[in-house]
């Protein structure tokens, strides 16, 4: 799917929210990557077969630091 010299990583990748972004909504809340994964704000992810992935946020940094 990606066209971009250096590939993005692939839908199923685990570095895959480094993609490119080809098309963004941040009024909706999400944005589309080249390599077909929808990401949203929350960082919520729909895989392009369908699958969903719940947010994922860790601790913010400053509590781990305590």
Not at 38 to 53: A, K, S, V, W
Not at 58 to 65: I, S
């Amino acid at each position: 799917m990606c066209q971009h010299q250096t590939q993005c990583p692939s839908s199923e990748a685990m570095d895959r929210e480094a993609a490119r972004i080809l098309a963004a909504f941040p009024e909706q809340g999400w944005s589309l990557l080249c390599n077909g994964v929808i990401i949203f704000e929350d960082t919520g992810e729909i895989l392009p077969d369908g699958t969903i992935l719940e947010p994922h946020r860790g601790p913010a940094r400053h509590a781990l630091a305590a």
